[in-house]
C-alpha cells in the first residue's frame, strides 16, 4: 500500500529482547500505510534486525557511546543514559516535524526508557507505551506523569509472538494509527484561560466559581490536586499556557508536609507567583491528610478525627501544630510572587467536612493557620470572609477577585 504520510509513526524498543515483537508492529503499522522508524534502546546485545535510528546515536546524544555503557556493566547508568538520549532524539524529531506518533514496546527497563522521551513531547501529541507493567500493586505514575501518556497492559511477557501477544499489539497499532489519523492539537484559545483546583471536599464552591467566570467569558481548565494535577497546572503556568490561577484547593501542601497520598513536590504554589501570573489563592482541604484505607492508619492518626472518604482513602484531621507550619510555608512561597496575588479565606471553614457540626471540624487548628498565614503574608492582600469554603457566597466572591486581577493585569 502507497504511503500517504510524510510524518512517521516512531516505535522505541530495545530491539536485543524485543526484535520480533517490534518487526511485527512496524509491519502492522506500514501496511496501512503510514511510515515508520524505529528507535532502538537495547544495552545487551545486537539488534535483531537494523532500526532507523541505532542504540549507539541514542547513546551518542548525551555524550556516550553504547560500547562504553556495556563494558562498564552498570545496568541503571545504562538505561539513565538510554532514557536521557532517546528524550533529545524523540524532541528533536518532534522539532523538525518527522513524528506523527510515538509508540513504545517495553518491561520495566523498556517502559522507563520509552516513557521518559514520551513525557518530553506536548500534550495532545499521540503517545502509547505497551508495557508489562502498566498494572499490579506497583505505582506507574513516574511513567505517565503529567502527560496524556496511553499505557497499554500487554497482559503477557513481550517475549516472542503468540496468539495474545498479536492481538494486544495488532489492538495497540490500531490504537496508535487513530490518534494519528485524528491529528488532534490542542488549539490556541479564543479565550483566556483561568487554572483552577478542585477536589470533591470543594466541589460545590469551585462549581459556582465555574460558572460564574464561564459567565463572563473565561475558559476554566479544573485540575484535580491529587499530587499530579497541582504538578501539572503549575507546568501549564510554566508553559505561558494559563492566564491566571484560582487556586481553590491547595491540599497538596499539606500532604508534602506528612507524607500524605496528595504529594506534589516542594515547588507547589510557586509557578504562577515565579512567571508574574495573576493568582487567587484559598487554603482548600489543607485541613486534612489524605492516607489509605482506615484499616491501614497508625496509632497516632487512629487518635485524630478522620472519616472514610472511599474503601481506598482515608481523611485525617491535621493537628494544629501542622496547620500552623502549613500558614508559615504558603506565606514565604507567596511573598516570593512577583505578579499579581490575592489570598482568600473562608472563616467557617476550608472543606465539606470541616463545618461546625461535620467530623473533621477543629476551630482551633482552624485558627492555628488563618494567624499564622496572615501574620507571615508580607504586602499580600488579604480577604476574610465569613463563610465556608463551599457557600456560593464565597466562591462566587473569589470568581470576582480573578475576574478582577485579569482585567487588571497589564502584564
Known amino acids: 500500500m502507497k504511503k500517504s504520510r510524510s510524518k512517521a509513526i516512531l516505535i522505541i524498543a530495545t530491539l536485543d529482547t524485543k526484535g520480533p515483537e517490534t518487526q511485527y508492529l512496524k509491519d502492522l503499522i506500514e501496511r496501512k500505510g503510514h511510515q515508520v522508524l524505529v528507535m532502538d534502546t537495547g544495552i545487551l546485545d545486537f539488534p535483531a534486525f537494523k532500526p532507523d535510528l541505532s542504540r549507539d546515536e541514542v547513546a551518542q546524544a548525551v555524550g556516550t557511546h553504547i560500547e562504553e555503557l556495556i563494558r562498564n556493566r552498570e545496568k541503571g547508568r545504562a538505561i539513565q543514559a538510554m532514557a536521557e538520549g532517546s528524550k533529545k532524539i524523540v524532541q528533536q524529531l518532534y522539532r523538525e516535524g518527522r513524528i506523527a506518533g510515538v509508540i513504545g514496546l517495553g518491561g520495566a527497563q523498556g517502559t522507563e526508557i520509552g516513557t ?8 495532545g501529541f499521540p503517545k502509547l507505551m505497551v508495557s508489562t507493567v502498566a498494572s499490579g500493586y506497583a505505582q506507574f ?60 471536599t470543594t466541589t460545590p464552591g469551585c462549581m ?71 493568582q487567587v489563592v484559598v487554603p482548600g482541604s489543607i485541613d486534612f491528610i489524605v492516607t489509605g484505607p482506615a484499616s491501614s492508619l497508625s496509632p497516632e492518626y487512629r487518635n485524630r478525627k478522620y472519616i472514610p472518604h472511599n474503601p481506598s482513602i482515608t481523611l485525617v484531621r491535621a493537628s494544629s501544630e501542622e ?89
Open 208 to 278: 459556582v466559581a465555574k460558572a460564574y467566570l464561564e459567565s463572563k467569558g473565561f475558559e476554566v481548565v479544573a485540575f484535580h490536586p491529587n499530587g499530579t494535577g497541582g504538578r501539572a497546572m503549575e507546568e501549564m503556568v510554566e508553559e505561558g499556557i494559563l492566564n491566571g490561577v484560582l487556586d481553590m484547593t491547595t491540599h497538596e501542601l499539606i500532604d508534602e508536609l506528612v507524607g500524605g497520598l496528595h504529594r506534589a513536590g516542594p515547588n507547589r504554589l510557586e509557578a504562577a507567583g515565579r512567571k508574574g501570573v495573576p
Open 323 to 411: 496547620m500552623e507550619t502549613i500558614g508559615n510555608i504558603m506565606a514565604s512561597k507567596l511573598n516570593e510572587a512577583k505578579g499579581p496575588t490575592i489570598v482568600m479565606i473562608p472563616l467557617r471553614g476550608f472543606s465539606y467536612p470541616n463545618r461546625k457540626g461535620e467530623a473533621l471540624y477543629d476551630e482551633e487548628g482552624n485558627q492555628a493557620f488563618i494567624k499564622t498565614f496572615k501574620k507571615n503574608l508580607k504586602g499580600i492582600k488579604v480577604i476574610e470572609i465569613d463563610a465556608h469554603i463551599n457557600d456560593p457566597e464565597f466562591a462566587k466572591e473569589a470568581a470576582q477577585t480573578m475576574e478582577k486581577l485579569l482585567l487588571e493585569y497589564k502584564g
Open 116 to 123: 521518559s522521551a514520551m513525557r518530553a513531547l506536548p500534550l
Open 141 to 200: 505514575g513516574t511513567y505517565v506523569g503529567t502527560k496524556d501518556l496511553l499505557m497499554m497492559h500487554s497482559v503477557v511477557d513481550i517475549l516472542g509472538l503468540n496468539v495474545f501477544s498479536r492481538t494486544i499489539l495488532s489492538n495497540a497499532a490500531g490504537a496508535m494509527m487513530g490518534m494519528v489519523k485524528r491529528g488532534a492539537k490542542i488549539e490556541k484559545p479564543e479565550k483566556k484561560q483561568i487554572g483552577m483546583t478542585i477536589y470533591g
